[in-house]
């Protein structure tokens, strides 16, 4: 089923948690809700299942109004951050819940069992019916909160930070294993996280959302390699900032001596550490100065921070292995950095 | 990392911060003694007193028409706070732990207020209240509801000071577990009271409880406000605590001590029923814990 959001404001007091959020999921999208925490992407979620309600705006599922839908009218699943079992019943019982509470066509009992075996199987915990949540490890219990949610054959399923409360291990497993499930099952999917290894990894698209605005909407690679603002481009990984200038419709990256005063635009390059090369000649490209202060060797790749002789900023770079090895740089090394990738941005004016 | 390791540790842990072992008796001495002179000696006393002069005159005591007659008000007293502050307290646990509202330490503030008060002054704000001289006095006189020195008054009042017993144990419990068990429930499609009877109640049930036999025992025990506004009238308005200190002003002392003997009884039995279900809230979470730690053995 499609979702469409129209214009969503919410204030709690004074905080205004979302401004003006508009968004369209299509039927069967794996869509994330991608941001720092307090941003609003949980409200928005919230608001969605219809356990909070919006001050203007108006959300359609399936072209229908939600306004006007109870919470349980809409079928929504959601798995809350800290799985929210009940913790007095059994696993069976927590995934026949959704069943057991219907008012009309409520199935048999026999037909319940069924479901919630099959259910149980899906996630793979047969054979855990008769334990409490207590008895359950963290990803255990995320895997029956899921088949609780999916019992009521939700039409949506929102997930808030599904993966939040895991060791890193267990989150990387649970997640590529929530991926598997939602290409068999196709079910309208949406998930909030603040971890943006885990967005990009699971989702079809995702929506940066920052200080209750929408920064940008588009696939994984879209975002990473187009980032819409400034702000993207910091939230999804490390970064360098140069200051430039329009030099006869070039653009250039200022030195020291030469600021990016008198220029029309003030312009600022953003480039990603691995974007950054080092050479030990200048090359054809005016390159920048700076001398290496910290060589750290993290799995793969070599992480190197520098001071640039100019400015003093410091600028980070990541070299795979091979290039370090044969480049054998030390510390205290004077270099050039050629950023040979950059994204320009207009400097804010003061 | 094995379950034995924690335990292990927090036993060394426990190694570091204990006293050497003469200290340790001296202390417990102390609390024992402490116990045993204020807390049982006088409870034996009771009984010996009760039965000194015997079986027939302590049977005769307790039977005697007003003995009876003040038994029967202070469990009909309590028969109806009890029930009463069950739903109030559950009702303003309910408002504290799950819901954000403006006033609400004021309510948690109002709800101690029977803690704070004397209750001998809130049996005075009864008498302001209700009495012939009262706010609402002479509408009552004219009508013919008495409160005053009757049945409704010590109602009341028993009510009043037991207000804080429920609420007390389950707003801190309700507190921390939140709501989005109650949350969760309302997604999967559940209604209100479907949610509080299936969610909601068994997740507090053990302190509910706690809290009803705590409220009973106050109910059956209170004195000072009862007294206010009872008026003493034999057989109709006394309640036991009220006739015990009749009967002692007469120098009744055996029939007296009889009659507190039967309201140390039930204060035993409230803490019996007290300590079983504080037993089985620790068994039930026990046998949860040695589970899960069965559990990860297996993994």
């Keep these: ?350 | 990392m094995t379950p034995s390791e924690p335990v292990r540790g927090r036993a060394i842990a426990a190694q570091a911060v204990t006293e050497s072992r003469a200290v340790r008796f001296l202390l417990i001495g102390i609390a024992l003694s402490f116990l045993a002179l204020f807390l049982l000696l006088p409870l034996a006393i009771v009984f010996a007193t009760a039965l000194q002069k015997g079986w027939i005159a302590y049977w005769a005591a307790i039977s005697d028409p007003m003995a009876r007659s003040a038994i029967r008000l202070t469990l009909l007293a309590t028969a109806i706070a009890v029930p009463l502050n069950l739903v109030f307290g559950l009702a303003a646990a309910w408002a504290i732990g799950k819901f954000q509202f403006r006033g609400k330490q004021l309510l948690i503030t109002l709800i101690d207020l029977p803690f704070s008060i004397s209750p001998v002054v809130s049996g005075l704000i009864y008498m302001l209240v209700f009495g012939l001289q009262g706010w609402f006095g002479a509408w009552l006189e004219e009508h013919d509801i008495r409160i005053i020195f009757a049945v409704p008054g010590i109602v009341l009042a028993t009510i009043f000071v037991t207000v804080p017993f429920v609420a007390r144990e389950l707003i801190p419990l309700m507190q921390a577990q939140g709501a989005e068990e109650e949350e969760a429930a309302i997604t999967l499609g559940a209604s209100g009271w479907r949610t509080f009877w299936s969610i909601t109640l068994p997740n507090v049930k053990w302190a509910l409880l706690y809290g009803v036999i705590l409220c009973a025992a106050r109910a059956m025990g209170e004195f000072g406000a009862v007294s206010v506004v009872s008026g003493h009238i034999r057989g109709l308005t006394n309640t036991m605590t009220l006739h015990v200190e009749i009967l002692y002003n007469e120098y009744q002392s055996a029939a007296a001590f009889a009659v507190a003997s039967l309201l140390a009884l039930l204060a035993l039995v409230t803490l019996a029923a007290r300590g079983s279900v504080e037993w089985r809230a620790r068994q039930q979470l026990r046998a949860a814990l040695r589970r899960s730690e069965e559990e990860s053995h297996e993994h």
């Design chain 1, 1 to 350: 089923m499609n979702i469409e959001v129209r214009h969503l404001t919410k204030k709690f007091g004074s905080f205004t948690a979302l401004k003006d959020v508009s968004l369209d999921v299509a039927p069967g999208e794996l869509v994330a809700l991608l941001g720092p925490s307090g941003c609003g992407k949980t409200t928005l979620l919230r608001i969605l299942s219809g356990l909070e309600f919006p001050d203007s705006g108006s959300i359609l599922f399936g072209g229908e109004d939600a306004a006007a839908q109870t919470v349980g009218d809409r079928r929504v699943g959601f798995v809350f951050q800290h799985y929210a079992l009940f913790r007095h019943m059994t696993v069976f019982e927590n995934v026949a819940f959704g069943l057991r509470v219907r008012r009309e066509n409520r199935p048999s009992n026999e037909e319940i069992r069924r479901r919630v075996e099959a259910l149980l199987a899906l996630v793979k915990l047969d054979g855990f019916d008769d334990r409490y949540p207590a008895q359950l490890s963290g990803g255990q219990r995320q895997r029956v909160a899921l088949a609780r949610a999916l019992a009521v054959e939700p039409r949506v399923l929102l997930l808030d930070e599904p993966f939040g409360a895991l060791d890193a291990k267990v989150r990387k497993e649970l997640r590529r294993w929530l991926r598997r499930l939602h290409d068999e099952i196709r079910l309208t999917s949406i998930f909030v996280t603040h971890d943006v290894e885990e967005a990009l990894e699971v989702s079809d698209r995702v929506v940066i959302i920052n200080n209750g605005r929408i920064e940008q909407i588009g696939t994984p690679d879209e975002v990473y390699d187009h980032p819409a603002s400034p702000f993207v481009y910091r939230f999804l990984g490390n970064v360098n900032l140069f200051h430039a200038r329009m030099d006869q419709g070039r653009i250039a990256i200022a030195g020291a001596g030469e600021s990016p005063e008198g220029t029309e635009h003030p312009l600022t390059a953003y480039a990603r550490p691995h974007e950054v090369e080092l050479s030990r000649d200048p090359g054809p490209d005016p390159a920048l100065e700076a001398d290496i202060i910290h060589i750290q060797t993290v799995g793969p790749t070599v992480r190197i921070e520098l001071r640039r002789c100019d400015t003093g900023e410091i600028v980070e770079a990541e070299l795979t292995r091979e290039r370090y090895r044969t480049m054998a740089c030390k510390t205290g090394e004077r270099v050039h950095i050629h950023p040979n990738r950059v994204r320009i941005f207009e400097e804010p004016k003061n």
